[in-house]
């Protein structure tokens, strides 16, 4: 029980995350994923290379190299990758010890989803909302 209350089921990531997030390739320009990330208001992209998932991107990496860089320059190799059916809050908690702002939601070879802090914390507003509308 969460302060007297019963405990809601686990959330698994497929039902909390953002899904088919957009990716980029490894080898576009850093103005580029800086000009999809603004377009489509994110502010990570998985990145793909051949096919497959070779890092994260995220919107404050950008500043580490010059705008013709690629990608790859100055993404984050060892993405936190997790499988859609991983509850929420073990999720949140290794973000949390990995200081990762985002874990890439992969099933099989697929990325399928993308869950940021942002997300993490909406997702507690939603909880914090409810507890306090059962006082």
């Known amino acids: ?4 209350f019963p405990m809601p089921l686990p959330h698994t990531m497929e039902q909390l995350m953002t899904s088919a997030p957009l990716t980029i390739g490894a080898d576009m320009s850093l103005a580029a994923a ?5 377009d489509y208001h994110v502010g990570h992209l998985p990145v793909r290379d051949d096919g ?3 890092g994260v ?3 404050k990496d950008l500043d580490r190299g010059e705008p013709h860089h690629p990608v790859r320059a100055v993404m984050l190799r060892e993405a936190l990758v997790v499988d859609p059916t991983d509850i929420a809050a073990d999720v ?6 990995k200081h990762a702002d985002a874990a890439i939601v992969v ?6 989803g993308i869950f940021t802090a942002t997300d993490a914390e909406r997702a507690l507003a939603v909880t914090l909302q409810a507890i306090d509308e059962r006082r």
Do not use: I, P, Q
């Open 34 to 38: 800086r000009s999809m990330m603004a």
């Open 107 to 112: 099933s099989g070879e697929n990325v399928v």
């Open 1 to 4: 029980m969460l302060l007297g």
């Open 52 to 54: 497959h998932l070779v």
């Open 57 to 59: 991107v995220a919107l």
């Open 92 to 97: 949140a908690t290794m973000m949390a010890e």
